[in-house]
């Protein structure tokens, strides 16, 4: 700031300040904040509709994975497999191999014929097949030796079931009598594979295990 002499009229001199023009020079500081918050408010805005946006699609993909999750576990071939949730058919189908193993397993020396008729009801497909190449053997044995082979299904479980199939796993006690001699027992275990087939659960596979 300068100062200037200033005469008065009775010669008395004083000093005052030039006259100062108002600084321009920017502070800094912005007074037009209407802009800027305008500026400001539209991403402000924005952020909760793209964040709706986002959980929206994050729940639909969660939701479709849990329903191919879903479906997977339906499918699985734990919840497929109808021996463990179907008692009756499971019941029904263990009665039925059971009684068919034991008449085509059990024989005598006059009444073979009796149990080829039974494995012709009873079996089919492979098992028949099987049956019937050996069943000569049978006959001949069972007449030679007075044999009479008396076999009792100890246990029947079945490990897998369809609407149509069946898969078991049978425990078997076979009694051996030929004339004059003592009998013996011998044990078995097979695995069979029947089908449903007018009602009844036919065999038509047998693996000696």
């Known amino acids: 700031m300068r100062l200037r002499s200033v005469v008065d009229n009775d010669d008395t001199v004083r000093e005052e300040p030039d006259s100062v023009p108002p600084d321009d020079t920017d502070t800094g500081t912005d007074t037009d904040t209407g802009t800027d918050s305008g500026r400001d408010a ?9 964040l709706a946006g986002v959980l929206v699609v994050a729940l639909i993909a969660a939701g479709g994975a849990f329903f191919v999750a879903g479906r997977q576990l339906r499918d699985t071939p734990a919840t497929s497999n109808r021996a463990l949730t179907d008692s009756a058919v ?17 024989y005598g020396p006059g009444d073979t014929a009796a149990t080829k008729a039974s494995a012709q009801r009873l079996l089919a497909g492979k098992a028949l097949q099987q049956y019937a ?10 007449a030679d030796q007075k044999l009479t082979l008396t076999t009792h299904v100890v246990r029947a479980g079945v490990t897998r079931l369809t609407d149509d199939s069946a898969h078991l796993l049978v425990f078997l006690d076979q009694v051996y009598e030929r004339k004059g001699k003592a009998a013996s027992t011998a044990a078995a275990q097979l695995s069979v594979t029947a089908q449903l087939r007018e009602g009844h659960w036919t065999i038509v596979e047998i693996k000696a295990r």
């Open 133 to 142: 190449a050996l069943f000569g053997q049978v006959e001949k044995q069972a």
């Open 90 to 106: 499971t019941t029904q189908v263990a009665g039925d191999v059971t009684n068919a193993l034991g008449k085509v397993f059990s």
């Open 42 to 50: 539209g991403p402000a805005r924005r952020w909760p509709r793209v």
